[in-house]
């Protein structure tokens, strides 16, 4: 691929450049204001919430009013009650540790901030980000490992967890435990028959067997001990929808996920979803970018590039496409074209 050193191109790129800086300042902020709870605030009120936490990303991050506006929607209140009816939540469910696995309730207070989606990254890498706060203390429960969160029932979680519960129907393929919401609020449905969750943790195993799943007063779903890989190589065809939630976040989970959508083609009778596949996604937008980027600079930054990214380096040049407009240039920053990336990645 060949990329013109117009100045509308290199002046797009400054501007993408730019956008993903006040990605990388929210990203660094993001777990101090993520379960962050108003201080000497009585009772509860939304307009000061939002003026509170304006303040307080305004004054960290050095931006200004407008800047503020373009990366954060304006804060949701989360009604403690709506949230508490949530099918999961409403089971009665006790604590276990196994060995370096805890399965805990947690407590959520009035006026505490919790992130509610994943950032939505727009056409020029500026990503927005969606923020609640809970009008009323109320409960929900968490799987630690060790003292890291694995898997929680949150506002994020609910949220994130949405496209695939509507999707899924017939013989249903979940791979990854976790704390079983997602297989849970699969088997209330009337056209999903049956659910086989993968895991490959005995200790988490252990604690849905003997803590979760009796609750759940099902017969659609059974727990199986393997490896997800090598499970979806020889079944994967016996199922009608297949989803995958084996990392933590979006951070470590782009490896495997790159490995995973392959089997999309292997398998072109079953649907696949991801857990938070758009961000996983958006991540390697970001990537295609820091490769214009690369093709406008030093060989030795190219050199550089095509050292530590050689996957996407070798697939992108072999491209026979001359960008000469930041237009065409748009059509590669997509998902789509991200998604098609990571298929043609050996």
């Known amino acids: 691929m060949n990329i013109n050193s117009t100045m509308r191109n290199i002046k797009n790129l400054l501007s993408l450049k730019n956008n993903m800086r006040y990605s990388v300042l929210v990203s660094d902020l993001e777990l101090e204001f993520d379960g962050a709870r108003l201080e000497n605030v009585s009772g509860f009120d939304l307009a000061v919430a939002q003026e509170k936490f304006k303040e307080f990303v305004m004054f960290n991050l050095r931006i200004t009013d407008v ?33 370096n696995f805890s399965f805990k309730k947690i407590h959520y207070g009035q006026n505490e901030f919790t992130i509610l989606d994943e950032p939505q990254q727009n056409f020029d890498l500026l990503r927005k980000y969606k923020l609640g706060v809970f009008n009323n203390p109320c409960d929900s429960y968490v799987l630690y490992e060790n003292d890291d969160v694995w898997m929680s029932v949150n506002p994020m979680e609910i949220e994130t967890s949405r496209k ?9 393929l979940v791979l990854g435990c976790g704390i079983g919401y997602v297989p849970y609020m699969m088997s209330l449905k009337e056209n999903v028959k049956k659910i086989t969750i993968i895991e490959q943790s005995d200790e988490v195993i252990q604690i849905f067997k003997e803590v979760i799943l009796p609750e759940f007063h099902t017969d659609k779903i059974e727990i199986v001990k393997a490896d997800a890989f090598t499970y979806l190589d020889v079944s994967a065809e016996k199922y009608d929808y297949v989803y995958v939630d084996v990392w933590k976040d979006n951070v470590n989970g782009l490896e495997d996920y790159k490995f995973f959508v392959k089997y999309e083609d292997k398998f072109p009778n079953t649907k696949f979803d991801y857990w938070l596949e758009n961000s996983l996604l958006d991540t390697v937008i970001v990537n295609i970018y820091q490769y214009f980027s690369a093709k406008l600079g030093t060989e030795d930054y190219q050199r550089f590039f095509a050292t ?39």
């Open 67 to 99: 800047e503020y506006y373009k990366l954060f929607e304006s804060i949701k209140e989360i009604d403690a009650k709506t949230f508490s009816k949530n099918p999961y939540l409403k089971l009665n469910l006790s604590e276990k540790k196994i060995g």
């Open 308 to 346: 530590v990214s050689p996957d996407l380096w070798n697939v992108l040049e072999k491209i026979d496409d001359s960008i000469d407009r930041p237009d065409q240039m748009s059509y590669y920053l997509t998902r789509s074209f991200a998604k098609k990336v990571l298929k043609s990645i050996t």
């Open 164 to 172: 695939a519960i509507s999707n899924a129907s017939g013989n249903v």
